[in-house]
């Protein structure tokens, strides 16, 4: 099985900060990896496809780079509306597996 | 516009069945692979089980293989979910979601709730 290493587990950042977060994939799944953001109560939604496209309708402000075993999700000027939870997804092969999550909450 | 609405929640005893569905619309079924993802109270996200798109292939988490079976009826559009001997690990939210090692198109339904408990 492939196990996603996701960090860190949460952090508090203000407005406008830069905020990175790392997905480390215990074997290469090529680009087959996707960002997902969940605010309490809600549905997963997805942010970033193919570990660097930016899925119709999410802020710029958001960005996904990586391939292989390493990836990072980062927004750029955190706003107040991206306090949530961030998980990632690889799909290259089953069990299809998540991260386990990031929460960003304010400073 | 793609739509996924799962049904069939519930509460249950430990040891009981339910069957989940999921009505999908807006595409064609039996041209893609699905997934049941569910997710705990305040836990992330786990996969539970996928189905090709003609249902001759199934794939289960560890976690649910031999007591849950995933098929589908492409003629109704809709995906299923048969949960059997249910714990209470197993309480969570329910997805169907369009996913597979295929492919990620992002779509997930609203959910539905399974509580296990005595």
């Known amino acids: 099985d492939i196990q996603m290493t996701q960090s860190p587990s949460s952090l508090s950042a203000s407005v406008g900060d830069r905020v990175t977060i790392t997905c480390r994939a215990s074997?290469?799944?090529?680009?087959?990896l996707g960002w997902y953001q969940q605010k309490p109560g809600k549905v997963p939604k997805r942010l970033i496809f193919g570990a660097s496209n930016l899925q119709s309708g999410v802020p710029s402000r958001f960005s996904g780079s990586g391939s292989g075993t390493d990836f990072t999700l980062t927004i750029s000027s955190l706003q107040p509306e991206d306090f949530a939870t961030y998980y990632c997804?690889?799909?290259?092969?089953?069990?299809?597996?998540f991260g386990g999550g990031t929460w960003v909450d304010i400073k | 516009e793609v739509q996924l609405l799962e049904s069939g929640g519930g509460f249950v005893q430990p040891g009981g069945s339910l069957r989940l569905s999921c009505a999908a619309s807006?595409?064609?079924?039996?041209?893609?692979?699905m997934s049941w993802v569910r997710q705990a109270p305040g836990k992330g996200p786990e996969w539970v089980s996928a189905?090709?798109?003609?249902?001759?292939?199934?794939d289960y988490a560890d976690s649910v293989k031999g007591r849950f079976t995933i098929s589908r009826d492409n003629s109704k559009n809709t995906l299923y979910l048969q949960m059997n001997s249910l714990r209470a690990e197993d309480t969570a939210v329910y997805y169907c979601?369009?996913?597979?090692?295929?492919?990620?198109?992002?779509?997930w339904g609203q959910g539905t709730l399974v509580t296990v408990s005595s």
């Open positions: 979601v369009k996913l597979s090692k295929y492919g990620d198109s992002g779509y």
């Open positions: 807006g595409f064609i079924l039996r041209n893609y692979d």
């Open positions: 074997q290469g799944i090529k680009n087959n």
């Open positions: 997804l690889q799909h290259n092969a089953y069990p299809l597996t």
């Open positions: 189905s090709g798109g003609s249902g001759d292939s199934q």
